[in-house]
């Protein structure tokens, strides 16, 4: 079945550092993807998406793009912030089927030093 | 901005009991949505909901478990006779459509079953 695989946490950066969460996924159709965020103590939030191979998907200083040929969506930033701190999951939802039936990694925690 | 709600944030109970976790989706939203996170493990969908029924069910939502709307605003998710396998965080989302709007989650309970 379909699965996603993120990079083990927990990461741990000074501020300012470049930021790779590395995701590969593995699906039989043609998925969308997703980044989701957690920031302590709330819920998770949607950061960015892409839907079809080469899409970029971008906000708030964070980039992923839709890699078809290595089934990757690897997220980064160029200079991250002690703000960036929190958990960062990966997943993916099959095309046609229900948005909400999402597929997610285990999650890679953050944390960025000052 | 609306958010999804969900009480209580921390659950603990002895097993065999039954508990009801309560999520307040946000007001507009069609597409009502619970997903668990045991410790240490990925995101995992457990059942999707629509017009006032089950739309999807993944392997883990068994004869253990319930949702129900039961007014206006109200998605509860009820576990029968817990187990001790069922602690873990469990999270509700909603969403307005189907494929195109992102889901919103809730900040989660954590369920303890001792």
């Known amino acids: 079945g379909d699965s996603v695989t993120q990079m083990e946490g927990p990461v741990t950066l000074s501020e300012e550092a470049f930021l790779t969460i590395n995701c590969t996924y593995t699906?039989?159709?043609?998925?969308?993807l997703f980044w989701y965020v957690q920031y302590p103590g709330e819920g998770l939030q949607l950061l960015l998406k892409a839907t079809k191979a080469d899409d970029k998907g971008s906000n708030k200083g964070f980039e992923a793009t839709y890699r078809k040929e290595t089934t990757s969506f690897h997220l980064e930033k160029g200079s991250v912030q002690v703000s960036d701190s929190a958990v960062y999951f990966c997943?993916?939802?099959?095309?046609?089927?229900?948005?909400?039936?999402?597929?997610f990694g285990k999650g890679t925690k953050l944390s960025v030093k000052p | 901005e609306p958010e999804v709600t969900q009480t209580p944030s921390h659950q603990v109970t002895q097993m065999g009991q039954e508990v009801i976790l309560r999520c307040v989706p946000i007001s507009n939203h069609l597409y009502f949505y619970w997903y668990r996170q045991i410790l240490g493990q990925k995101v995992e969908f457990l059942v999707s909901f629509y017009n006032n029924e089950i739309s999807e069910k993944s392997e883990i939502f068994d004869d253990q478990f319930s949702v129900e709307r039961p007014d206006g605003s109200n998605f509860t998710l009820k576990i029968r006779s817990t187990k001790l396998e069922d602690s873990a965080m469990y999270f509700c989302?909603?969403?307005?459509?189907?494929?195109?709007?992102?889901?919103?989650f809730g900040n989660g309970t954590r369920l303890t079953v001792t």
């Open positions: 989302a909603s969403g307005q459509e189907k494929n195109n709007s992102p889901l919103h």
């Open positions: 997943a993916l939802s099959d095309y046609g089927g229900s948005q909400g039936n999402l597929i």
């Open positions: 699906a039989t159709g043609y998925p969308s």
